[in-house]
């Protein structure tokens, strides 16, 4: 059972930073994509920045030159620094991460961590 668990959320000043943490334990399979997407109130849930299977990496456009995504295999957790934030920012963020075994493909999302920024 591979479970993902998040931390590094919370409420910060616009133009503030926030680091997020998500650790996978369990199975983890070496062809994965392992990132972040978030929800915002009333909106759908958007990806935001992932590695992607070739281990290269994806941004949304809204957060590219603030946020960047890096890992840490050796303890399979990905990590997203966030800086310049912004009141637009402000959702709950996911962490997820999609393994792949042939034509297959198993999706595993963490619980949330809400992140605020004020204006």
């Known amino acids: 059972q591979v479970q993902l668990v998040e931390s590094g959320g919370g409420l910060v000043q616009a133009g503030g930073s926030l680091r997020l943490s998500c650790a996978a334990s369990g199975r983890i399979f070496s062809s994965n994509v392992f990132g972040w997407y978030r929800q915002a109130p009333g909106k759908q849930r958007e990806l935001v920045a992932v590695?992607?299977?070739?281990?290269?990496?994806t941004y949304a456009d809204s957060v590219k030159g603030r946020f960047t995504i890096s890992r840490d295999n050796t303890k399979n957790t990905v990590y997203l620094q966030m800086s310049s934030l912004k009141p637009e920012d402000t959702a709950v963020y996911y962490c997820?991460?999609?393994?792949?075994?042939?034509?297959?493909?198993?999706?595993?999302w963490g619980q949330g961590t809400q992140v605020t920024v004020s204006s």
């Open positions: 997820n991460l999609k393994m792949f075994t042939g034509t297959l493909m198993d999706a595993y």
């Open positions: 590695f992607t299977r070739s281990g290269s990496t």
